[in-house]
């Protein structure tokens, strides 16, 4: 067994200045993802796009892995199942919060906001752009639910492979998209000795307010 308590680096990033960093959060993630994605060139990150959801219900907190699939000034957006767990929890709690975390690169992102669906037809949009193979597992897979074993998964994909054979895969009533609109997004550059740089965008009615926390 490692010694955990032994276990750490030294961070060695750039700084990140106040007087360097655009007016608006989504300008500097921009450059952020763009940097994470070089990095998956350079074989450092195998998904940029990747980062956590973190939902909560009845006072219980749950996160879980999903890839980013839109961002700009209308907020960040993900696609799931209607039906699974994070989307109950997204009814019954709008709030949430999401986590970039491209530890290659010494960088955290974390954004809290609230969610909401966006338009169907957004929803069928984004569907017909996904290889057939994961179209075909949204309607195969009832997300979250119990499942017997995984011959009866395999058996679900095999028939909705047979029920489609032939035409486009229409996007499920139970699928489609969530769009995170912030109310705050820290960027986080790791430094040496644990003194990293905290930049924390917070919404000021239609704009920005900009501040520094601590380590």
């Not at 500097?28 to 350079?42: T, V």
């Not at 069928?124 to 979250?144: D, K, N």
């Not at 994909?157 to 486009?168: H, K, P, S, T, V």
Request: glycine share 6%.
């Amino acid at each position: 067994m490692p010694d955990l308590a032994a276990e750490r680096i030294d961070y060695s990033g750039e700084q990140l200045l106040e007087s360097e960093v655009p007016a608006d959060p989504y300008a500097l993630f921009d450059r952020w993802l763009a940097a994470a994605f070089q990095a998956k060139a350079d074989g450092l990150l195998p998904e940029p796009t990747a980062m956590v959801v973190a939902t909560s219900a009845n006072d219980r907190p749950s996160a879980r892995t999903v890839l980013l699939k839109d961002f700009g000034p209308a907020g960040f957006t993900f696609f799931t199942n209607y039906d699974s767990r994070k989307a109950g929890e997204l009814a019954t709690n709008a709030h949430v919060a999401l986590h970039f975390g491209w530890y290659p690169l010494q960088r955290q992102v974390r954004v809290e906001g609230t969610a909401a669906r966006v338009p169907r037809a957004e929803s069928e949009a984004y569907f017909a752009t996904r290889p057939r193979g994961s179209q075909l597992g949204a309607w195969a897979s009832r997300q979250s639910s119990e499942v017997a074993s995984r011959e009866e998964l395999t058996a679900a994909y095999a028939a909705a492979a047979a029920r489609f054979a032939g035409q486009d895969v229409p996007c499920p009533d139970f699928w489609g998209g969530f769009r995170v609109t912030p109310e705050s997004v820290e960027f986080w550059q790791g430094r040496p000795s644990r003194m990293h740089d905290r930049l924390l965008y917070t919404r000021d009615g239609p704009g920005w307010s900009l501040t520094r926390l601590s380590p």
